[in-house]
């Protein structure tokens, strides 16, 4: 008799409730008290807030699916569980119901949240010298038939070429750009004066000469140097 009462009374707790966890600065803007009753008065289901996200299955922070924007971040919902009452305050929170509620929220005239807004990198402003500006100059003439050399300039690079961000990114990339007229590819068909022998009239270069000077070479690194290196593991927002 008695697990025949309180095994129902288990599987009823599962679609009925959801154990939510939402961070402090969204609990104390009275958004959680707003919308959970909202929400349980649809559906049945009881909004149970834990302090603590570990034992939650369904948790607002920075993780997850984006819901909303606001308090000067934006919020995620991460579900970690596949009870019916979790399931079902996802799907609200997702809909456009749930979305509209959030975005009515509004305790003093103006609403507090927003879709959740893209994240932009942050892209450093770096201060160039002379130098860097004339280095910037002569890798998109010079560099980038091949290299991808710049943001937000097009450019053109082999797809399979390292652009100047990545490049950047190497611990050595110093000793890489003052060097790279000695390696491979660049020795068949760089040439720096008053460093490199020209290439002989009857055996010249298979591809158009790259002619540098050792001014350019030095811009080129002071260019470089300016750089903000790609974040490797975040690449497609920098190339
Ligand atoms: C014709 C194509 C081409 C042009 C033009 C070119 N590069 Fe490259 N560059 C390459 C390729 C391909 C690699 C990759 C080589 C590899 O991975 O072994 C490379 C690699 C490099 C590297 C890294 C070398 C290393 O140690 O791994 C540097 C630094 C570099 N290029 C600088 C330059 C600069 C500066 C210019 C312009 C003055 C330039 N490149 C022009 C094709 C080119």
């Known amino acids: ?68 924007s606001g308090l000067g971040a934006r919020w995620h919902m991460d579900l970690r569980s596949d009870g019916k009452g979790a399931q079902r305050f996802a799907d609200w929170l997702t809909s456009d119901v749930g979305r509209r509620t959030v975005q009515s929220f509004a305790p003093d005239g103006d609403p507090i949240f927003t879709e959740p807004k893209v994240q932009k990198a942050v892209v450093a402003e770096v201060e160039m010298t002379g130098d ?11 560099c980038v038939r091949c290299h991808v050399t710049e943001r937000g300039r097009g450019g053109f690079g082999i797809g399979s070429t390292p652009s100047f961000f990545v490049m950047r990114g190497f611990e050595d990339w110093q000793a890489r750009f003052a060097g790279f007229y000695f390696l491979k590819p660049h020795a068949a068909f760089t040439q720096v004066e008053g460093v490199t022998d020209p290439f002989p009239i009857d055996r010249p270069s298979p591809i158009a000469v790259i002619d540098l000077t050792l001014d350019d070479l030095e811009a080129i690194l002071a260019y470089v140097a300016a750089l903000a290196p790609a974040d490797l593991g975040d690449p497609l927002i920098h190339q």
């Open 132 to 142: 860097a500006v004339l280095g910037q100059e002569a890798s998109w003439v010079k």
């Open 1 to 68: 008799m008695v697990i025949l009462a309180v095994l129902p009374g288990l599987a009823m707790a599962d679609d009925k409730r959801v154990v939510f966890y939402a961070p402090p600065a969204l609990v104390e803007s009275g958004l959680i008290k707003y919308i959970a009753p909202r929400f349980s008065l649809k559906t049945q289901v009881r909004v149970e807030s834990v302090d603590d996200p570990g034992a939650a299955e369904l948790v607002l922070g920075p993780e997850g699916r984006a819901l909303f």
